[in-house]
């Protein structure tokens, strides 16, 4: 039988998509009046999925003043990619092998990837960022230990906004997908130890560049 979602979780994850793509930008103070008249909800169900959010750090709460929109800074992005090229690998490792129905549908991913990330920066934004969470999304869902996933995905998650400015900026992911490409191959044919170590090796050789193109803190400083 089908369950409704509660109403709660559904405008979670209508504000983080607005996170993501920047609807709501960096720095800002949510008007929690405008908000909900904007997602048509009265403002108790609203409060609850700021709260869950602030909680799971999409937010932070400005004592008195409400929620805000943390600020875009490289440096966090950094420190959420070296936290990733560390529990991503093991994550992986516990996951494999991969039955033959997993592998195709990473395999559908990087060539729908290939398709849709050839245009301009804003155009290939949104493109990225779903790869990036997508592939990651499927490679861990497999692994057993679910806090380890938890982790995981949280961390992807919070990093979604951090490539939808990059690519925004300019960064380009085809060497990124070509690194995928291998990956891919070692997981397909089984062999765990390389693939934890290329995906490791693949964060950090590519969130680097992409932390180029993110504003640092004392540029993308909050709103009133």
């Not at 609807?23 to 800002?28: A, C, N, P, V």
Request: net charge neutral.
């Amino acid at each position: 039988m089908f369950q409704r979602q509660p109403l709660r979780d559904q405008v979670q994850k209508e504000i983080r998509a607005r996170l993501d793509d920047g609807r709501l930008g960096s720095g800002l103070r949510i008007n929690e009046t405008h908000l909900s008249a904007d997602l048509g909800i009265s403002r108790t169900p609203l409060r609850e999925a700021l709260l869950q959010l602030e909680a799971t750090g999409f937010l932070v709460s400005d004592m008195g003043r409400g929620f805000l929109v943390p600020v875009l800074d490289a440096n966090d992005f950094r420190d959420l990619q070296a936290v990733l090229a560390r529990l991503e690998p093991l994550a992986l490792g516990e996951a494999m092998p991969y039955p033959g129905q997993r592998i195709m549908e990473l395999n559908n991913l990087l060539g729908r990837s290939k398709l849709h990330l050839n245009g301009p920066g804003p155009s290939l934004a949104a493109p990225l960022m779903n790869l990036i969470s997508g592939w990651a999304g499927l490679l861990v869902e497999a692994c057993p230990n679910r806090i380890l996933r938890r982790d995981v995905l949280r961390n992807e998650a919070l990093s979604r906004r951090y490539w939808f400015a990059a690519a925004v900026g300019g960064f380009q992911p085809e060497p990124m997908i070509a690194s995928a490409d291998q990956m891919y191959e070692l997981v397909r044919t089984g062999q765990s130890a390389r693939a934890a170590s290329h995906w490791s090796e693949h964060i950090l050789r590519f969130s680097p560049e992409a932390a180029r193109y993110i504003p640092s803190a004392t540029q993308n400083a909050p709103q009133a």
